[in-house]
């Protein structure tokens, strides 16, 4: 890595590193963060290791690291102990959910939960899901708290049947998975995290280094702070950026022990566009705010021809895409095209009369009841881009689309979900439509329009992390309704109220 001159943050988290205390440090986007832990691993000659988000970061760190310091994914530890003794499950080959609901004994033809019906394909998938939710946990005991919140059973009482009916199947499961030469059920690598943690693992080291803590799972949070009695604890990322809560991850930042520290000057952008960054920080209450680089020039603009567009959903990514190759651009789509196909194909099923076992729309018979969904139930309003997209296209155009995608290289723009643009950077930005705003029911001005509602932590912080992609130049485009929300002028006067009802 190549020699710079370290900030005055820098140098305060390695004094506190060479003073031997734990440390919780807050890294804002852009801030340097792994260039600090290098600094941190470089200042001792003691043993470490640094322990990544997954394999493709981790690879990325082994050839920056000094020698003195191992580099992994929490995963790559467990599969040494446990994962390697499952190899020939690892790559079983899948097997359809209907089938393997035969041979875990679920013979249900179909069962209502509230006005939904669930097929016995249904309830498999949601058994895999309850024991994936147990192995991301750190609790000892599968239970009824890891079994799903499938979209369209929105109610406790509606959940706890799901979990009466779920959960014999996900214990099966479980159980059929402790066998590493034979079983049924598709064996991943959270399974042999899980097992590998129930064992109460010590890593002999003499320091760890875990990145990108704000979206770490509890499992691992678990094995991570039980080192604390042998080994000095570094914990590094960016609470703001806490976005994976629905996949089990959680934030662990905020209530570690240890010394807290921060990363605030950023190195990605200017002072224009670490304002817009600091509007949504505040907004999520998040511990820290960002300074912008001097010597760049950044700023929010309407920008025609954008490097990136970041989209809220799948199906606004679908629409970008559809859009852009109507207008004869080479688009790139980051991640695989296979999601959106997926939920294409899911789509087809439910128009055809069929039922599908797609995560996202299980729980529905027919594709009419997917669209009074979208447009009605407050829930579901993620799913309304893709199905406007899907309306007004057909599933065909959806799939014929997929397949004309470019490679990044090749592209002239790139279009992404702001998850998977996590980590990444583009010179512009734009933000797709999708990000709406929020609004009040209860409540509406002199018009008889909805007042601006309350801005969700969580969408704040997605909102943060979308911003903050860009280098230069940033289109708000779908965000940009913040600028006449009262959240986003904190100065501004409250909007009248009224108590008219919509």
């Not at 895999?128 to 005991?141: D, F, G, L, P």
Request: aromatic share 6%.
């Amino acid at each position: 890595m190549a020699s710079f001159r370290p900030t005055p943050e820098q140098e305060a988290a390695v004094a506190a590193f060479t003073a031997g205390d734990h440390v919780v440090l807050q890294a804002g986007a852009g801030s340097g963060k792994t260039a600090t832990l290098y600094l941190l691993a470089d200042s001792t000659s003691r043993r470490g290791r640094y322990i990544a988000f997954n394999k493709s970061i981790a690879q990325e760190a082994a050839r920056k690291f000094p020698g003195n310091v191992k580099c992994g994914s929490a995963h790559a530890l467990a599969f040494a102990v446990v994962g390697k003794h499952y190899v020939e499950r690892l790559a079983a080959p899948r097997m359809a959910s209907a089938k393997l609901a035969q041979v875990m004994g679920i013979h249900f033809k179909d069962v209502h939960i509230g006005e939904r019906k669930i097929t016995a394909a249904g309830l498999c998938y949601a058994a895999q899901e309850t024991v994936i939710k147990y192995c991301q946990s750190a609790e000892q005991v599968l239970g009824r708290e890891h079994v799903p919140w499938l979209k369209g059973i929105g109610e406790q009482h509606l959940h706890d049947q799901l979990a009466e009916l779920v959960l014999p199947f996900a214990q099966r499961m479980w159980a059929d998975l402790q066998n590493p030469d034979r079983g049924r059920v598709k064996f991943k690598h959270d399974h042999y995290l899980k097992m590998w943690a129930l064992t109460e693992p010590t890593i002999w080291q003499d320091f760890l280094l875990l990145d990108e803590a704000q979206d770490t799972n509890p499992v691992v949070e678990q094995v991570f702070n039980a080192q604390r009695d042998h080994a000095q604890l570094i914990m590094v990322g960016d609470s703001a950026q806490a976005i994976y809560g629905w996949r089990g991850a959680r934030d662990v930042m905020t209530g570690f022990d240890g010394t807290s520290l921060a990363l605030s000057h950023s190195f990605r952008f200017g002072a224009g566009l670490a304002t817009e960054a600091n509007r949504w920080l505040a907004i999520a209450d998040a511990p820290i705010r960002i300074t912008g680089s001097a010597s760049i020039d950044s700023g929010i603009d309407k920008v025609d021809n954008p490097d990136a567009i970041l989209c809220r959903t799948n199906g606004g990514a679908m629409a970008e895409i559809l859009t852009l190759l109507r207008e004869g651009r080479r688009v790139a789509l980051v991640g695989s095209g296979t999601t959106l196909e997926a939920l294409a194909k899911a789509a087809r099923d439910l128009k055809e009369g069929k039922r599908t076992t797609h995560p996202e729309l299980l729980l529905f018979s027919t594709w009419g009841e997917v669209q009074d969904y979208a447009e009605y139930d407050p829930d579901g309003r993620d799913l309304l881009p893709l199905v406007e997209v899907i309306d007004e296209h057909g599933v065909d155009v959806v799939l014929d689309t997929l397949s004309q995608l470019s490679d990044e290289a090749a592209a002239e723009v790139t279009v992404s979900t702001v998850h998977k643009a996590k980590g990444r950077e583009w010179s512009s930005v734009r933000i797709a439509e999708d990000f709406t705003e929020p609004q009040d029911p209860d409540n509406c001005d002199p018009e008889g329009e909805p007042l601006p509602g309350p801005i969700e932590p969580g969408e704040a912080r997605l909102a943060y992390v979308a911003v903050t992609r860009a280098q230069h130049r940033l289109d708000l485009g779908g965000l940009s309704w913040i600028n006449r929300h009262p959240d986003g002028n904190p100065n501004r006067p409250p909007l009248p109220t009224s108590a008219t009802q919509p």
